[in-house]
Each structure stands twice: as C-alpha cells, then as structure tokens.
C-alpha cells in the first residue's frame, strides 16, 4: 500500500515518490518517446468514467475519434467545432455509447466566443473534469511576398485558442482540485521544414507552455498532458502523400486514450517517428540546415 493513494473526487489513483510505474530498460526508446517516465515522475491516472469532458475540435480528424474512445469509457461530452453538421455527425456515433454529449458551435480564436461557450457547458453540465484541446490547423508558409497573416492564423487556432480555453476552464477545474488538460500538439514541434515553419513553430509554443503548465497547475490538482503525434490520416492530412509511418485515425485515438488513463505527462507516438524527432533536434544545424 505504500505511496498508493486513491483521489476521492476524481478516482484516480496517485503513486508516489517511491512506487511509480516504470516502463524499465526494455524500449530502448522510453527516454525520448517518454521521458517522464524514465525518470520517475509521479503518475495519476484518470478513470474517465462519469467525467465531463469538453473535446475541442471534436467536429473531424482525431478529435472526433477521440470523442467516441472516450465515450466508450463513459465520459459525459461536450463537443465542439464550428461545423454544426460535422458535429451533429459525431454526435450521433458518440450515442451509441452514451446519451450525456451535447455539441456547442465555438470558434476558438475569438477568447469572448470560448468564455460565452463554457459559460453554457457549465451550465449544462455543472462541472468540467477534463478539456482536450484538438482544435488545430495547419497551412503552408510562403517566402515569396512572406505574409504574417498565415502564421497568425495557425497560431490563433492552435496555440491562443489553447491558452483561452485552459483560461475559461481551469478555474472550474482548481475549485474542484481537480481535473486535467489535455493539448494535441504534434511531433512537429521537434522538427522544422521550411514549407511549414509557421505550423511547427504553432506546435513548439504548444508543447512548451504545457511543458510549464504541468508543473504550474499540479498543485492545485489539475493534471497537463501533452500528445505529440506523427503523421495520422485526417482531413488535415488529406493532400499529403509523404506521410511517414501514417496512422489510422481510430488506431492513434485508442492510443492517446491510453496515454490519457495512465496519465502520461507527455505521449510520443508512433515510437520510431517520436525517436528519429527528438534526434533530428539534437542535430548539428550544418547537417540540420539541408533539409
Ligand atoms: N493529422 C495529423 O497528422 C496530425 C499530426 C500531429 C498533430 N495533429 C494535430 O491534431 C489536431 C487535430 O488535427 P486533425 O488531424 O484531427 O485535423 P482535422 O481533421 O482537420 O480537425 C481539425 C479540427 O479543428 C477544428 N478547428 C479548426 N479551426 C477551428 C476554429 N477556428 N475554431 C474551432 N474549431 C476549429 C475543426 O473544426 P471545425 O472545422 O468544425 O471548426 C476540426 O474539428 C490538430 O491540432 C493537429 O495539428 C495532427
């Protein structure tokens, strides 16, 4: 029983210091894939059963397969897009597994619309346990008449739109001394390409706030989790055909589901892609500035 202590308002169980899980030596890539757990750190994990969870971007892609992974553990959901026919869509698959979802129409650029928005969750809801923030997009970067206005874009939907819903929801969250938050960020975040240098610059400030959220918000019980996933077959993705190891949307959700009920702080995957990322960053730039 030894530093195995069991969170009554969220039933998550808590081992500390001293009986943590460990993956051990045998993945030779457990320290770049999951550093975390290499190195000991404290997990919680997060039974989703009666929770309520706010899944942004929930409309497409992995958020939306995701929204049905969770449901199928009984989390009650609130989904949200901009796109009220995509969203009715995933709502309709998400009642095969419970009946406690409803759909709210936000854009996550616009900090009034996500304020407004939780507001009415709340409402409906009464409490929220957890956000998962899957909004995102992700355009081109041009040199030729280089325009800021495409970065800002990406960077408004992926990474402001983050911050106001961690701002709108975390203090439910903190009253409740509990709760977790959940950002999508990608792999892309540990490696740069010039035609997409505004993306991965969105998921880097993605991946590095959380990297200080999680240790900011542990003390008032609100766990931070980050996902960085290789290249996974969504919408977004559509017109890419040099994916490198793709991933089919449903198997990445059952994987990022996973991460969330162990409670991983940081989830890389797929585990060869997460490697040759990580690597790619400790490169020399001579040998990184020819890709
Ligand atoms: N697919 C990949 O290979 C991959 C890899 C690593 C990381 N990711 C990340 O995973 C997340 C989900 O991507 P995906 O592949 O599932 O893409 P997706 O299928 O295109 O889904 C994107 C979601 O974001 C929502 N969204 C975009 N702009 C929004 C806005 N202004 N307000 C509200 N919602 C907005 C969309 O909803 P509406 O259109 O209804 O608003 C949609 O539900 C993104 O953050 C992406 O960067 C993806």
């Known amino acids: 029983m030894r530093g195995l202590i069991t969170v009554p308002s969220t039933g998550v169980e808590n081992k500390f210091p001293g009986r943590q899980e460990?993956?051990?030596?045998?993945?030779?890539?457990?320290?770049?894939?999951?550093?975390?757990?290499?190195?000991?750190?404290?997990?919680?994990?997060?039974?989703?059963?009666?929770?309520?969870?706010v899944v942004t971007g929930a409309s497409s892609g992995i958020g939306a397969s995701l929204s049905v992974e969770m449901a199928k553990k009984g989390a009650a959901l609130a989904l949200i897009g901009r796109n009220s026919e995509r969203l009715e869509r995933v709502k309709k698959e998400v009642q095969h597994h419970t009946q406690d979802v409803s759909i709210f129409t936000c854009d996550v650029m616009d900090r009034q619309q996500v304020h407004d928005t939780v507001d009415l969750i709340s409402r409906k809801f009464r409490r929220i346990d957890g956000?998962?923030?899957s909004s995102g997009i992700g355009l081109p970067t041009f040199y030729r008449n280089f325009e800021s206005t495409h970065i800002e874009k990406i960077v408004r939907t992926n990474y402001f739109g983050l911050l106001y819903w961690i701002e709108s929801t975390a203090p439910m969250m903190q009253a409740q001394k509990s709760g977790f938050i959940v950002g999508i960020s990608s792999l892309a975040a540990h490696m740069t390409e010039k035609r997409v240098a505004g993306y991965t610059s969105?998921?880097?400030a993605v991946s590095n706030f959380l990297a200080g959220?999680?240790?900011?918000?542990?003390?008032?019980?609100?766990?931070?989790?980050?996902i960085e996933p290789g290249y996974v077959k969504t919408p977004m993705t559509a017109g890419n055909k040099k994916m490198i190891f793709p991933m089919e949307v449903e198997d990445a959700a059952r994987s990022i589901l996973k991460a969330i009920e162990k409670g991983k702080p940081v989830y890389r995957f797929p585990k060869t892609m997460a490697f040759f990322a990580r690597f790619f960053e400790c490169l020399p730039t001579a040998i990184t500035a020819k890709f």
């Not at 457990?30 to 059963?49: C, G, M, R, W, Y």
């Open 202 to 204: 969105s998921k880097a």
């Open 22 to 53: 460990n993956p051990g030596f045998g993945s030779a890539f457990s320290f770049v894939t999951d550093p975390a757990l290499f190195l000991k750190e404290s997990i919680i994990k997060i039974n989703l059963q009666n929770k309520v969870v």
């Open 131 to 133: 956000l998962v923030y």
């Open 213 to 226: 959220a999680r240790k900011g918000f542990k003390k008032y019980g609100i766990q931070v989790i980050t």
